[in-house]
């Protein structure tokens, strides 16, 4: 990542961006930085490929990382790719 001198949206836990909770994937966002982060591998996939189409209006930092309070490596539990998530309420996904 390059040094980016300003953010205006910095979103922890962006899971894939377009869910109908997320809270700035549909709002207008022209010419502006954003830094969207999210920790599960197969998540952050479909979070990049869902930004992409974006990235010619905006500056917008993808980041497969986690944050915490503290410096090293946690265990983050996180829901299967292989679950069936039809079965479970809309934001069974984005438990973790």
């Known amino acids: 990542m390059g ?9 922890v836990g962006a899971h894939v961006g377009h869910t109908n909770n997320d ?7 022209k ?3 954003l830094i969207v982060i999210e ?3 197969y998540l952050f996939q479909q979070l990049v490929a869902n ?5 010619q209006d905006n500056r917008i930092e993808c980041l497969n990382i986690a944050v915490s309070n503290t410096d090293g490596s946690l265990k983050l ?3 299967s790719a292989s679950n069936n ?7 069974a996904s984005q438990l973790a």
Do not use: A, C, G
Request: neutral net charge; hydrophobic residues 40%.
């Open 3 to 11: 040094v980016i001198s300003h953010v205006d949206i910095l979103q």
């Open 23 to 29: 809270p700035i994937f549909n709002k207008p966002m």
């Open 31 to 33: 010419d502006l930085t």
């Open 39 to 41: 920790p599960v591998p």
């Open 51 to 55: 930004y992409e189409p974006r990235k």
């Open 77 to 79: 539990y996180v829901p």
């Open 85 to 91: 998530f039809n079965n479970f309420p809309f934001w």
